[in-house]
């Protein structure tokens, strides 16, 4: 049975995660900002700190255009923060990854992320378990085993 999207219950979570999610873009911003970086050069830096990726792939996940992403990794890689490499996979392809100042700038503002970190630090482990399925779900993602 579909939920009223004017059921209270459901009002009040689609309001917190609204404040949730203005909290930690704020903070990013902030973040970034420390470290000279706009908030979409440090997720993109952030991103490229889990693995090397191509810049097609990079636009995917942030919902953007490729040309945009570009811009983006022309100003981290004049940064000394990115560089562009010939994907493994396929040598046409470019892959961005970031360099060792990189890495170190992405793990300093990762860090530097309070808000999410410390209220989850609150949570128990089955509690912080039971929220990642939950929003696992929300996104229709599979769960983990």
Do not use: W
């Not at 097609?56 to 919902?63: F, M, V, Y």
């Not at 490499?85 to 060792?100: F, M, S």
């Not at 992320?113 to 912080?128: D, K, M, Q």
């Amino acid at each position: 049975m579909p939920i009223s999207p004017k059921d209270p219950l459901t009002l009040e979570v689609v309001e917190l995660i609204g404040t949730v999610v203005a909290r930690y873009h704020e903070e990013y911003e902030q973040a970034a900002a420390a470290h000279a970086l706009t908030g979409a050069q440090a997720r993109v830096l952030g991103l490229l700190a889990l693995e090397p990726t191509p810049m097609r792939k990079i636009a995917d996940k942030l919902k953007c255009e490729p040309s945009n992403v570009t811009g983006i990794i022309d100003r981290l890689e004049s940064r000394g923060l990115v560089e562009r490499r010939p994907d493994p996979a396929d040598r046409r392809v470019k892959v961005a990854a970031p360099t060792e100042e990189g890495r170190d700038t992405a793990r300093r503002l990762r860090d530097a992320l309070h808000f999410a970190r410390e209220p989850l630090g609150e949570l128990t482990e089955v509690e912080r378990t039971l929220l990642r399925d939950l929003l696992r779900r929300m996104l229709g993602e599979e769960p983990k085993a």
